[in-house]
């Protein structure tokens, strides 16, 4: 091959490779600049934010009409009894009365009929916002984290705009999922996902179930120049009885107490009468 044809060849593998050919003595030529890289989303346009993610803390919202950070207790100015969601009591199902009737029976006996919360078991909504323990909750625009000092039970209130999950993929606990929206200057919780198992409405002579089907609406507001959290509860679970069952609460601010780390361990508990004793237990 003559040396023209090489030096064609050669020029045309070059050209080929996406190279510039240059000619002896002159600078290279500068490669194309790299088109700059997209920057990666915050997030999945698709997912729903994290109430912590920062870019959903700082969307723009109307400030909300109350603060409740702070600890709350249960006022029992009124009754040492406050704690319960009754009476008055709904009508049951004949599958709840079977548990109230039991629960009355043993409560005649000085016994203690199917004591979960003393084996450990969680207290769930709502009683566990009436344990004889301070609740302490922060609030921020995106949410209120609740943490019970009785056993540490936490409970979130989403404040930001999130719909339920879809009950099919819905993780059920004992809290359930709430989600909270702001109407003029009350805060209306509505909660759903509940788990149905060693949950109750009631215990201690007044064993009432909850079942999957529960259904909590609470509307809380501010009242008593700010110094009481009033929450109204309507409650449904055609499960374990007809209509709606309604009772309202008032939570007293608790400003020289902090809650404690707590563990609820079954062995701690074995010496109560109500979680181990043949003869208490029924």
């Not at 109750?200 to 110094?227: C, F, T, Y």
């Amino acid at each position: 091959m003559s040396r023209i044809a090489v030096a064609i060849v050669t020029a045309a593998a070059i050209a080929a490779s996406g190279c510039n050919s240059t000619t002896t003595g002159s600078a290279p030529a500068p490669a194309p600049a790299a088109a700059p890289a997209s920057p990666a989303p915050a997030s999945d346009p698709g997912k729903q934010l994290s109430a912590l993610a920062p870019e959903n803390i700082a969307k723009p919202r109307p400030p909300a009409p109350f603060d409740v950070t702070g600890n709350w207790f249960i006022d029992t100015s009124q009754s040492a009894e406050a704690w319960r969601f009754g009476p008055p009591y709904p009508k049951l199902t004949a599958a709840a009365q079977m548990h109230f009737d039991a629960s009355q029976k043993a409560a005649k006996e000085g016994k203690v009929y199917r004591d979960d919360i003393g084996q450990c078991w969680p207290a769930g909504l709502p009683l566990i916002m009436t344990r004889y323990w301070p609740m302490a909750m922060v609030q921020i625009p995106t949410a209120i984290y609740m943490v019970s000092g009785f056993m540490n039970s936490l409970r979130i209130v989403y404040l930001d705009g999130r719909s339920h999950t879809d009950l099919d993929i819905i993780v059920r606990t004992y809290n359930g999922e709430s989600i909270g929206k702001w109407e003029g200057d009350t805060l209306v919780v509505d909660t759903i996902g509940f788990r149905g198992d060693h949950h109750w409405m009631d215990q201690g002579g007044a064993s009432i179930p909850a079942g999957e089907q529960l259904h909590i609406v609470e509307r809380m507001r501010m009242v008593n120049d700010r110094k009481q959290l009033e929450i109204e509860y309507t409650m449904t679970d055609s499960e374990y009885w007809e209509g709606e069952w309604k009772s309202t609460k008032r939570f007293n601010r608790v400003n020289d107490e902090d809650i404690q780390e707590v563990s609820c361990l079954p062995d701690l508990n074995e010496h109560l009468q109500s979680t181990t004793s043949k003869t208490q237990v029924k």
